[in-house]
């Protein structure tokens, strides 16, 4: 059974940092991309960024946002910096059974996280 828990999450000040987590189990998690998405209230769910061989990052967090990745850890780790107050969303870890082609939308992720929720307070 396939688990992705994130953490991490919390109310930060803009122009601050925060770093969320996700704890992958019941996959070969080497063989996945692992991604982060975010769902603000009222819109749709976004793609943010991505991490296979290779990194891949919407434009609106390129900069800003690194995605990494510990194999050994099965953890995959989303830093966030220079936040904005409409980064406030909720923050959600996928796993797609390919290394690439890097997918964007959520369609093309196989297993999703519960989310955590992330607050920029201008």
């Known amino acids: 059974q396939v688990q992705l828990v994130e953490s991490g999450g919390g109310l930060v000040q803009a122009g601050g940092s925060l770093r969320v987590t996700c704890a992958a189990s019941g996959l070969t998690f080497s063989s996945y991309t692992m991604a982060w998405f975010r769902q603000a209230p009222g819109k749709e769910r976004e793609f943010i960024a991505a991490?296979?061989?290779?990194?891949y990052y919407a434009d609106s967090v390129k900069g800003r946002f690194t995605i990494s990745r510990d194999n050994a850890k099965n953890t995959v780790y989303l830093q966030m910096s220079s936040l904005k107050p409409e980064d406030t969303a909720v923050y959600y870890c996928?796993?797609?059974?390919?290394?690439?082609?890097?997918?964007?939308?959520?369609?093309?992720?196989?297993?999703w996280g519960q989310g955590t929720q992330v607050t920029v307070s201008s």
């Open positions: 991490i296979s061989w290779i990194t």
């Open positions: 996928a796993a797609r059974k390919a290394r690439l082609p890097i997918v964007t939308t959520q369609h093309g992720y196989d297993y």
